[in-house]
């Protein structure tokens, strides 16, 4: 299983960027799916995440700015994030528990895509 993570780049304050993240591989269903992100310096911090059954959780920063969603049959998760902060620059990771064709689940990490927001 492969999680390619995509979207990032540079963008102005106040800008906007849709990340994607999408599953490959022996997959039989993706459950919880989150978003994380890791500014220079700092801890890798949560910024939104999905459970299967379509609940969401955002971390207060960016609630009301940025959405979580999923497309099942495209295997994929997306991050729209909206109003954009200079110090929301950072790598932004996605995540997946994903149960594979042997019946076995785990957590699976893209390799991660530059955000760069400019004041």
């Known amino acids: 299983v492969q999680l390619q993570a995509s979207g990032g780049g540079l963008v102005q304050a106040g800008g906007s960027l849709r990340l994607s993240c999408a599953a490959s591989?022996?997959?039989?269903?993706?459950?919880?799916v989150a978003w994380y992100r890791q500014a220079p310096g700092k801890q890798r911090e949560l910024v939104a995440a999905?459970?299967?059954?379509?609940?969401?959780y955002y971390a207060d920063s960016v609630k009301g700015r940025f959405t979580i969603s999923r497309d099942s049959a495209r295997k994929t998760v997306y991050l729209q994030m909206n109003s954009l902060k200079p110090d929301e620059t950072a790598v932004y990771y996605c995540?997946?528990?994903?149960?594979?064709?042997?019946?076995?689940?785990?957590?699976?990490w893209g390799q991660g895509t530059q955000v760069t927001v400019s004041s």
């Open positions: 999905m459970s299967p059954g379509g609940d969401t």
């Open positions: 591989g022996s997959i039989v269903s993706i459950n919880a």
């Open positions: 995540s997946a528990r994903v149960k594979d064709k042997a019946g076995d689940e785990y957590e699976h």
